[in-house]
């Protein structure tokens, strides 16, 4: 679900809130969410919104006993249903199958690299990846050993491009998590070398 900070509470919330952490959150208010999110986000029909009466508490003693280290994943068959519109963003998790090599596109006077990737998950349907820029650069290794290892990866905040070629890429706010030690990542990877193995010659 979608948290949202507005006005005057950006300025007492901004300096306690930092990406990567976890937060007990108490006091927020659930509102059905504005025509412009839903556009924006696939399968969401409520925000968060924080307020002057939310309370924000780090927790430092985090594991996913405690609370999911990460949102609920949209299966990749379904993906391309719930994106009604171009650019909603969806959160995704399968198994590299395939990586391309490095191209690049000229975008704002700048030379951005970008890689064609395809993932599966339980669905077996391939969905292609365009990752771009520093989520390249930032995993230069990682992404070149994809082909051979074939890892899981957590993607967040895809845009669906819909109306061009049925594919998602990462923005600016993108974030790829390779092999996460989380229970939904080690259960996907086990089935799927299972079934791949059985399938096999």
Known sequence: ?????YDDQVDRL?????????????????EPIRMMLHQWLADHAFVCVFTHETTVRMITDMSERILPLFPPFMPLNQVFEFTYHNDIFVDVIGMVIFVSTIGFVNSYSRRIPYRNVLIIDGSFKPVKLVIKDKVITNHLTKWVRCSDEQPI?????????????????????SRVHFDPNVAVARELKRCLNKELTLSSP
């Open 14 to 30: 901004d300096p306690l809130l930092r990406e990567g952490c976890t937060y007990y959150m108490s006091r927020m208010s659930i």
């Open 1 to 5: 679900m979608a948290a949202i900070v």
């Open 153 to 173: 990866i957590v993607a967040t905040m895809l845009r669906a491009k819909r109306e061009q070629d049925h594919s998602l890429h990462t923005a600016c706010f």
